[in-house]
């Protein structure tokens, strides 16, 4: 006798970034397939989420893994890394350069974006290239950062992750590639270490690491109920 479908509830904590640019869509998928489960979403700073899957007040964290802390008492599963690039205006001047340096970068007007503790990341690199960015504004919004790259009144490093070739006006935003060591925003999975995971979460775990582009050769679509199979557009 064929067993029934998969049910039950997972609780899983996302970033601010995370739950704009990435769960929204892998989410109504994998609820088409898994019809029986219920997902519970809890946004929250990095550290808040930390603490919470320690408590056991989450099953997983969808996240930044870049800056986990608690390495010891949390698995963290990578799922993508999102280089960072340049973004300026056409008419900036290093838009003829094919390629960039963070010392000439650091010579014209910078917007520096700060959720999801961009801020702390983009001044480790600076500082490990002994240099600093000639900041005129600090933002927690990536569309205030588009509008004022696009207007050409600073330029900016983000990811292609959250990378739009438009600003909210209209206005064009093109990219660069930056030749010193610039660390990838890296996106995945955390959960407690030392701990039986849920069904429900585990259906969860799997999906998103069959779904989510960017993984390493090798990974599979291991696990899950097949009766439900993979949008095949994803």
Request: with cysteine.
């Amino acid at each position: 006798m064929s067993a029934g479908p998969l049910v039950g509830t997972v609780r899983i904590g996302v970033t601010y970034t995370v739950s704009g640019y990435i769960l929204p869509r892998h989410q109504m998928r994998f609820q088409t397939n898994f019809p029986g489960i219920t997902i519970e979403l809890f946004e929250a700073p990095r550290e808040v989420l930390e603490c919470a899957l320690v408590d056991g007040a989450l099953d997983l964290a969808l996240m930044l893994v870049s800056n986990l802390r608690d390495n010891s008492a949390l698995i963290r599963d990578t799922l993508l890394r999102s280089p960072r690039r340049l973004w300026l205006a056409p008419q900036h001047p290093l838009f003829r350069a094919e390629r960039v340096q963070l010392a000439g970068i650091a010579t014209y007007p910078y917007v520096m974006l700060t959720i999801d503790e961009a801020k702390d990341t983009s001044m480790r690199y600076w500082s490990n290239a002994a240099l600093e960015p000639k900041t005129i504004f600090r933002t927690s919004s990536v569309e205030a950062v588009r509008s004022m790259v696009a207007g050409g009144m600073g330029i900016a490093i983000l990811s292609d992750l959250i990378y739009r070739p438009w600003s909210h006006e209209g206005q064009r935003i093109e990219t660069r590639v930056i030749e010193d060591q610039v660390p990838t925003m890296d996106v995945g999975l955390v959960w407690r270490r030392d701990t039986k995971m849920p069904t429900a979460a585990k259906a969860f775990r799997d999906y998103m690491r069959f779904a989510v582009p960017g993984l390493g050769p090798g990974r599979s679509f291991a696990g899950l109920d097949h009766r439900y199979p993979a949008d095949e557009s994803i």
